[in-house]
């Protein structure tokens, strides 16, 4: 019998139980809105980028490693639209002092929080990270600069840089994964909104006659992205913004979405934007960004699309997914069905008793030194020990018994079934190849 039932208080619960996700700062009582990724969550993050950039890679030629600075400058943040438009509205309670998003409280009721009706009157509240260059702090734009509030920027301030340094000529996409920071008014569930993030993002620069071609492209490639991933497509959707909701400057905006227990929540965007960020980079830079094409003999500023994905919301979006309990041997089991390639720990290796660790040691140790990410335990029994592994995703594990030192075999338990089966020990390593690329 399967209870399948997860909860954002079970996932936050596992998360700092087995070592995925930590509070920020929690001996001096937390920093709101930031968490530290401790070594399960690290190693799922690494698989995750390792996926995506195999995924854009596959996607189109000619994709572009980069990493950007995280701070910049005023003036590039001006050009972006981030200083005069990156806001969200803020209201106050005047009674308890707490900060609410004006778009999401009814402000002809009480205060959630104490209950009363006093609110401030509703103002823009930017979100962007401010701070000082130099050591003497003033209000000259030149010393002002902000963290990044997005991935994005960098690379079309670098446009120029890309295409002759490498040579390289339209269409092309630059990959990046990297921190960004926002100052949300009220970080909310969990990995969901936070104040500094991770993003995966590819802009890839195109002409105007093949954008929406490539648009479509890139759409399909995400989908087949998500899949890969293990993810139950059922609960995945893609949205088409209309125009209303779209930026101004986009052609065309496609999110990706999957259905948590608190709804239908956002973890890619698909954009076409356009010529919009070359234009304002050329126009408050000075600088020209255009290209000129060979076969027209004109110049143009180049297209973009864009697919950008938040890092901490997909590996959020894992766990949700692959969180599963069950009932084995009368006792209620709780296991991250994750695709094998995802899982943070690809094997576990039990010596059936300690006396036997020895031989299943050097296993283990010989495994570790090939660069997978393997763990040995000889704590506590075979099922605690099978228990452990299936909390955290590890589709396998290995058992060392008495047996082992005559047949040279050791018996392999599958996570998901709990089947068992005897395998020779010379064959474990292309056991896990094979299961890891199914």
Known sequence: MENSTVTLDKIIALCKRKGFIYQSASIYGGLNGVYDFAHLGTLLKKNIRKEWLKSVQATFDDILEF?????????????????ENFS????????CKHRFRAD????????????????TEIRQFNLMFKTQMGAIANDDKANIAYLRPET??????????FMSTYRIKIPFGVAQMGKSFR????????????????????????????ALKDFAIWIESRKKFYADLGLNMAKIRFYEQTEAERAH????????????????????????RGNYDLTQHSKFSGKDLAVFDEETKQTYIPHVVECSVGIDRLLLTLLFDAYHEDVVEGETRIMLKLHPKMAPIKAAFFPLVKKLSEPMLAIYKDLKRKGYEVEFDESASIGKRYRRQDEIGTPLCFTYDFESETDKCVTVRNRDTTLQERISIDSIEDYIKKTLNK
């Open 67 to 83: 990493e950007g600075g995280l701070l910049g400058p005023h003036a590039e943040w001006e050009a972006s639209g981030h200083v």
């Open 88 to 95: 969200d509205p803020m209201v106050d309670c005047l009674n």
């Open 104 to 119: 999401e409280i009814d402000l002809k009721k009480p205060c959630p929080n104490c209950g009363q009706t006093k609110w």
């Open 152 to 161: 994005a920027q960098p690379i079309f301030v670098n446009f120029k840089n």
């Open 183 to 210: 100052n949300e008014i009220t970080p909310k569930q969990f990995l969901f909104r936070t104040r500094e993030f991770e993003q995966m993002e590819i802009e890839w620069f195109c002409k105007e006659e093949t």
């Open 249 to 272: 400057y986009s052609k065309a905006c496609t999110d990706v979405e999957y259905e948590f227990p608190f709804g239908f929540k956002e973890i890619e965007g698909i954009a076409y």
